[in-house]
C-alpha cells in the first residue's frame, strides 16, 4: 500500500493529525555493538524510510523529524561528514518515490553555513515536491529553535522598522508566521526517543502545548509499532491547553 492510497486511514479521527519526533540513538546504537557512532546513522535513515511510510496509515498528516541541530556542528568532523552524506543519499535515492505518492517534503532551519550541495539538495526537495499535498514530511535540519525564534524577531524587527507593522499590533499569529515553520500546525504529539526527556532546542515555541512520549528505544531500532504505541498513549491524554474540565471546576468549588 502507497502513501497516496492511505489518504484516510483507519482510526485517523482519533489519531494525532502532526507528530514531530526526536530522533535520538544512532550513535548509542553504535557504540552498544563496538561501532564507531556513525555507523548508526544510515541505521536510523532506514528507521526514517519506516515511520515515514507508516505514518500516513496511523492517522498523521503532518510528521516533523529532528535530523541536524544548530548544536550538532560541534561533533566530530567525519561524524557530521556522514550524516551530509546521507540526506543526499536519502533525497537522491527517495525523492522520485516520495513526489509520486504526494509527500511534500520541507526543511526547516536555517540555509546559511549549509555546503552547497546539501543547499543545492534541499532546495530540490522543496521544489520537486511543492505541489503534493496527500502528506507533509519536516525536516528540521541545521535547525535550532531558539535561533529560528531569533530570526523571527528579527524579521519582525525589520518590518517594524521599515513601517509596516506598529509594535502594539504584534501578536502570537504575527510572530508565528515568521518562524520556519509558518503555516504549519503546531505538533500534537511530540516523541523522542532512547528514553530522554528533553527537548533539546526542538520546536520550543510550537511545543507549548503538545503531549510528550519518551519510548526508551534507540531510533535505529524505532518501528511502526512503537510509532502505534506512542499514539495510543497520546489518546489516553486529556488535552486542556490551559483551561480545566468542567469536572475539575466543579470539585475544588
Known sequence: MTIADKEQPKGARDAPLHVAIVMDGNGRWAKRRGLPRQVGHPKGVDAIRRVVEAAPDQGIRWLTLYAFSTEN????????????RLLKLYVN??????????????????????????????????????????????????????????????AVAAEVAAGRIAPEDITDDIFEARLSTGGLPSPDLVIRTSGEQRLSNFLLWESAYSEFVF????????????LAEGIAEFQKRERRYGGAVADDVLATG
Open 93 to 154: 535515492s527517495d525523492l522520485d518515490k516520495l513526489v509520486r505518492e504526494g509527500v511534500k517534503v520541507r526543511i526547516l532551519g536555517r540555509r546559511e553555513g549549509l555546503p552547497p550541495d546539501v543547499a543545492e539538495i534541499v532546495e530540490r526537495a522543496e521544489r520537486q515536491t511543492a505541489h503534493n499535498d496527500k502528506f507533509f514530511l519536516q525536516v528540521a535540519f541545521n535547525y535550532g529553535g531558539r535561533a529560528d525564534i531569533v530570526d523571527a524577531a528579527r
Open 215 to 226: 519510548p526508551d528505544v534507540l531510533w535505529p531500532d524505532f518501528t511502526p509499532h512503537h
Open 73 to 84: 556542528w560541534r561533533r566530530p568532523a567525519g561524524e557530521v561528514a556522514e550524516v551530509m
